[in-house]
Structures are given as C-alpha cells and as structure tokens.
C-alpha cells in the first residue's frame, strides 16, 4: 500500500482518539467522521469532514444510515492494484480511504442493564460499524483497520518509520483483531435474541 491519505474515524470508546487524530493529522491524513466523535475531535483543535459531506447524502433513520454508502465501502474494498478497480472508482468519483478506526456500540454493556427492552437491544445492534470493520479488513493489503486504541502507538510508530505508510503484516494482524471482534459481537447478539421470547 502507500501512504495513509484518509482515514474515518468513528468510535465509541474515545480514549486517546484525539491524540491519535492530531499526530494522523500531522502526516496530511484527511480525517473524516461521524457525531459524537467528530464533535470530539474538533473539540481537541482536530480539522475533521463529516461523512454527510464526504458522501454527499445526509445522516437519516435516527443515525441508521450515515456509512452505508459506495463513496465509503467502494473506497475501502478497492483493489489499489486492480485496474479495473481503479477505472470504476475514478468514474464514480470515490477516492481511496486507507483506514478505519472504529469500536463497536457497546451491546453487551446495553443489555446487561436492569430493565433493558427489546427495542433499546435492537437500537444498540451495530451495523454500520462492523460493515466498515468487515470491508476494511477483506482488503487488508490496501487498508489499516484499528478496533483496539491499544493499537494506535504501533501504528504512529510505523507510520513516522516508513514516511506515512504501515506494515503489511501490522496489517493483517489488525485485520484478525477484526474478525475475531466481529464474530464476538455477533455472538452476543445471538445469545441475547435466542433468550428472547415475543
């Protein structure tokens, strides 16, 4: 891959992701984001662009749907190196975005409250999050995907080594981080449906 360009940044767990952001911002990244944690990041001095302008289609459903949408899934599954990947981005108009940070609604932490509803579970079920998540890590070799702010200081260090860029195999490490999370979080959500009854 090459140099980081553009990363989306969305997160639950904040910790340390303003820092992390100001030093991304420091290499040219472009940091595009969503709500709470746009709000965050420019509360802490950070230049951010709102997926909504990013995309070109408003936030709508309450927050359902804000990154669904081809500009951001289309610039994370491109090949870099696929030609016909290249073509149809340029023609649509969708740049390349080399990497994700995103942790997940805190489902468990939702359903583990006294008197929780069926429908405050569902509203707390992460889809855009894992999307992003799953996309990013199918195309490894192209994209950096974080879940763990544990991570961020690897990935800085890595950056300031090799001129802005990250290891492949940094990469596929943070991309089996992903999966495992995603099946966890899947898993969860299994077990709290299947002890429901209608």
Do not use: W
Request: a negative charge; glycine letters at 10%.
């Amino acid at each position: 891959m090459g140099k980081i360009d553009r990363a989306i940044i969305s997160v639950t767990d904040k910790s340390g992701v303003v820092d992390f952001a100001r030093a991304l911002s420091k290499f040219g990244v472009q940091i595009l984001s969503t709500g709470g944690t746009a709000k965050a990041l420019r509360d802490g001095g950070v230049s951010v662009t709102d997926i909504s302008e990013y995309t070109g289609f408003p936030e709508m459903m309450d927050g359902r749907v804000k990154t669904l949408h081809p500009k951001v899934h289309g610039g994370l599954l491109g090949l870099r190196d696929n030609p016909e990947h290249v073509r149809a981005m340029e023609e649509h108009g969708i740049k390349p975005i080399d990497m994700v940070v995103v942790n997940l609604y805190q489902f468990e932490k939702t359903v583990a409250k006294e008197g929780v509803t069926l429908e405050e579970a569902i509203e707390n079920i992460d889809i855009g999050g894992p999307s992003m998540l799953r996309s990013s890590a199918k195309n490894f070799k192209d994209v950096t995907v974080i879940v763990d702010p544990e991570d961020y200081r690897v990935v800085l260090d890595e950056m300031e080594i090799y001129a802005g860029e990250t290891r492949l195999e940094t990469r596929f490490r943070l991309a089996k981080k992903v999966f495992r999370l995603t099946h966890e979080y899947d898993g969860a959500i299994s077990r709290y449906l299947e002890a429901v009854e209608l």
